[in-house]
T-cell receptor, first 116, second 114 residues
Framework: KAGVTQTPRYLIKTRGQQVTLSCSPI?????VSWYQQTPGQGLQFLFE???????NKGNFPGRFSGRQFSNSRSEMNVSTLELGDSALYLC???????????????FGPGTRLTVL | AQSVSQHNHHVILSEAASLELGCNYS??????LFWYVQYPGQHLQLLLK??????LVKGIKGFEAEFIKSKFSFNLRKPSVQWSDTAEYFC????????????FGSGTRLSIRP
């Protein structure tokens, strides 16, 4: 079974630009979560999508948004990039179905975003 | 709001030493608990998880963790570490009421001297 894939793997942008990151979950997984990983901060939860609906959201500004398609693939978008947005963005997929049922999350390799 | 604290940012041990990494969480309700590991250059992967039942859970590669509800802790242990255990370790918590929202700690970097 193919793992979680994320594209692109590396991105360099300048302040004020916007960026779109893509995540393809493991086949059959309908839940996709996004995290921002920075040194010293660990992983911070951005949002989670299930069946094309945002089911959970972290404490990030509205510049961070996402969506999920009918094939469970997900994208996240960051608008008006700031220097502090430089980070590794991780996507994780799981079988999680009903609320309250937690399954193991499988992580992708991440997209390394550098904002200059 | 849930939060997770990992008190050790960087731990350095010699091979064959015993390991214990601390993890405390703040949430008063029912929780699901996880330890993830990130080896250099690799994806995050699950070490072990606790959902219910026996509070002592065993994971891959000889790791185990004990859930102590009264202390809000879920410490990771291994009796004898190997050089290949060099990695970053993340504790994570999910409130049973909030579906797949998993909150991670800031991580502990483990360095093993050969």
């Amino acid at each position: 079974k193919a793992g979680v894939t994320q594209t692109p793997r590396y991105l360099i942008k300048t302040r004020g630009q916007q960026v779109t990151l893509s995540c393809s979950p493991i086949s059959g997984h309908r839940s996709v979560s996004w995290y921002q990983q920075t040194p010293g901060q660990g992983l911070q939860f951005l949002f989670e999508y299930f069946s094309e609906t945002q089911r959970n959201k972290g404490n990030f500004p509205g510049r961070f948004s996402g969506r999920q398609f009918s094939n469970s693939r997900s994208e996240m978008n960051v608008s008006t990039l700031e220097l502090g947005d430089s980070a590794l963005y991780l996507c994780a997929s799981s079988l999680a179905g009903l609320a309250g049922v937690v399954n193991e999350q499988f992580f992708g390799p991440g997209t390394r975003l550098t904002v200059l | 709001a849930q939060s997770v604290s990992q008190h050790n940012h960087h731990v350095i041990l010699s091979e064959a030493a015993s390991l214990e990494l601390g993890c405390n969480y703040s949430y008063g309700g029912t929780v699901n608990l996880f330890w993830y590991v990130q080896y250099p250059g690799q994806h995050l992967q699950l070490l072990l998880k606790y959902f219910s039942g026996d509070p002592l859970v065993k994971g891959i590669k000889g790791f185990e963790a004990e859930f102590i509800k009264s202390k809000f802790s879920f410490n990771l242990r291994k009796p004898s570490v190997q050089w290949s255990d060099t990695a970053e370790y993340f504790c994570a918590v999910n409130a049973a009421s909030s579906a797949s929202k998993i909150i991670f700690g800031s991580g502990t970097r483990l360095s093993i001297r050969p």
